[in-house]
């Protein structure tokens, strides 16, 4: 089956996906999202009674906060990105507990605790220590009276290191199981390579505003069928082991290589021109020839290659490789066809 008649039968990643998968896949997106919602349901109202109340310095501060935390929080719903909004919260949470310390209210110091646990999912644990430890001293020193001075002090310092101990204990344990999570499910357990889904992840991003005509192409192993049926499937299984380190061997460190599906791989070359991405694909054909055998039988793949044309999206782009691959397979197999675009001129063959 080809990679062309597979992807049309699935809508892409992104369009699948709902917001209340995202918020669960996501725990940093999920603390980003309810940072936000507190932010415009919770702190907008204050910032506008502040000011009805004449509290000019309360109502700039909680104006400011709402502003930034919405706006963190938008800003990693639109682009998926949840590192610098996730910086950009923290900090200002440092900040918003700074002020509720500086407005000396009693009651507003129990949102310290909150505001802790929150940064150890937010940024990574030693920032999350480190600015939680300024966060607590600002609010101490600056609420010393309203704490009881050295008497309360102990016990609001006491109980907020405990929450912040506490948060980094499950953040940690959140943080380990994504990544197992994600390494057992976007990696091939069998070649060792990303899988179609990482490939998916990975393309979702940088396709949309690229302006170098990177190149994608879909190789396919030549009569794997027969390979199977002829020295069985743990004989099969190596051929494809074999071959996912052969190719990698002759690949750039920013190429990317990814298993698609059953003895299909897509390959996408971000850098150079069509004549150097169609010499690279000679290469890793002849490599393979070369170094892969099943009994004392070379190995051969076909590959079809199709240069990206901004702002197409990838899966166009993937089904043109798709259709030069089919006539790689179509005109004897053991080689690479490239699917020029429209005006264009295929670059000699090697
Ligand atoms: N050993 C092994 N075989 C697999 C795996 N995944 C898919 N296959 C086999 O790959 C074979 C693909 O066969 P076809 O799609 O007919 O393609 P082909 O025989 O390579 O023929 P052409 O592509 O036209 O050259 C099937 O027999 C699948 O069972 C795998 O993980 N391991």
């Known amino acids: 089956m ?10 892409p990643v992104a369009a699948r996906r709902d917001w209340l998968a995202a918020l669960k896949e996501d725990y940093a997106l999920a603390v980003l999202t309810l940072g936000g919602l507190l ?3 919770w702190l907008a109202p204050f910032a506008v009674y502040r000011a009805l109340t004449h509290n000019w310095v309360a109502a700039v501060a909680d104006t400011l906060l709402s502003l930034v935390l919405g706006g963190a929080a938008i800003h990693a719903w639109r682009t ?4 610098w909004p996730g ?3 923290a900090l200002s949470i440092v900040g918003g507990i700074w002020a509720i310390g500086y407005s000396a209210e009693f009651a507003a110091l129990f949102w310290v605790y909150p505001g802790v646990l929150m940064m150890f999912f937010l940024v990574p644990a030693w920032a999350a220590a480190t600015l939680g430890a300024a966060a607590i001293a600002g609010a101490a020193i600056l609420s010393w009276n309203e704490l009881g001075g050295t008497e309360g002090l102990p016990f609001f310092v006491i109980t ?10 499950v953040s940690q344990q959140a943080h380990q199981r994504i990544s197992r999570w994600q390494t057992l499910s976007l990696i091939d357990p069998l070649t060792g390579i990303g899988n179609r889904r990482l490939m998916e992840v990975e393309f979702a991003q940088p396709f949309a505003g690229r ?6 192409a879909v190789l396919d192993i ?3 069928k027969q390979i199977n049926d002829r020295f069985g499937h743990d004989a099969g299984d190596a051929v494809l082991r074999d071959l996912a380190a052969v190719v990698q061997a002759n690949l750039r460190k920013t190429d990317r290589f990814y298993r698609f599906g059953g003895e299909e791989f897509v390959l996408w070359l971000p850098h150079g021109e069509p004549a150097t991405h169609v010499a690279v694909l000679e290469r890793v054909r002849q490599a393979v020839r070369e170094q892969v055998r099943v009994g004392e039988q070379p190995v051969t793949l076909s590959a079809g290659m199709a240069v990206h044309q901004a702002p197409e999206p990838w899966q166009s782009c993937l089904s043109r490789a798709d259709a030069a691959l089919y006539r790689a397979k179509r005109e004897g197999r053991d080689r690479v066809v490239w699917q ?4 264009a001129h295929p670059p000699p063959r090697q």
């Open 160 to 169: 907020n290191v405990l929450t912040g101990v506490f948060a980094f204990l």
């Open 222 to 224: 030549d009569h794997f």
């Open 211 to 216: 302006r170098a005509a990177g190149a994608l």
């Open 80 to 83: 998926g990105d949840t590192r």
């Open 39 to 41: 932010a415009i349901l």
């Open 2 to 11: 080809t990679v062309a008649a597979k992807t049309s039968s699935r809508p």
């Open 340 to 343: 020029p675009a429209e005006g």
């Open 87 to 89: 910086w950009i919260m």
